[in-house]
């Protein structure tokens, strides 16, 4: 008797392509969040499957902190390009400049906070639904709690005592006026899942995923790259390293780790190895113990 078994991945993705199908049937404008990060990568080529021979039938949402890292927007160009996709572009500086979001102050401002802010605009002005996230429980105890389909009220907000129970793959997308929903199809991967994966569809990636040399300056046991808009404290200099990224956010905040993986079977090895989560580099993560969980009140992600 034939017998027809999924490997792990093979499961995490049709988790992911039911999840996408499940949305374009109960939402009427969804849209999926775009950094140009691997998560996001990776959701994107899901939701490519999900719908394919069609066209993706919905919009990437890129809120753009006008901090982002040259390399991330150049791929993000290149991939609405190749693929023909719908984008649209929330500015933080139009809503700095507009008084809704105030700049931080200090040596390495971080617009990260103020993300939330342009989102909750973002969605507010194409009345999105529906918002697709490439998070994972994996990444950061805040994000464990997630369901697929996250609630958020009307002010954007998550409450996590008015999240609707998922049993046996049913999912409620209910919701009133002004509320809308987070969803996230790849919730139950872990990153060497996306690495994984990654190498096996031989997705391609922006180069700062990569080994490569870099200017950068160690603040606190971060490695910051060099910037406009961070700046150098009492007895700091740049030097160059040879690094590479595990997560992707703004140049101000985003630490770098020294690595020679220069492909995708070495990342894999490092990953495997790694005794830090991929997180650990993330300096506005370290603002406090619960840094994560006050965004997410306030409408991030």
Known sequence: MQTHTLTHLKQLESEAIYIFREVAEQFERP???????????VMLHLARKAFWPGKVPFPLIHIDTGHNFPEAIDYRDWMVKEYDLDLIVGSVQESIDKGTAVEERGVNPSRNGLQAITLLETLEEYNIDAAFGGGRRDEEKARAKERFFSHRDEFGQ?????????????????YNDYEHFRIFPISNWTEMDVWQYIAQEKIALPSIYFAHKRPVVERNGILLAESPWNTLLKDEQYEERLIRYRTLGDMTCTGAVLSDADNLSGIIQEVASSRVTERGNRSDDKRSEAAMEERKLQGYF
């Open 31 to 41: 849209a999926m969040l775009f950094s140009g990060g691997k998560d996001s990568i």
């Open 158 to 174: 998550w409450n996590p005592k008015n999240q609707r129970p998922e049993l046996w793959t049913l999912y409620n997308g209910h």
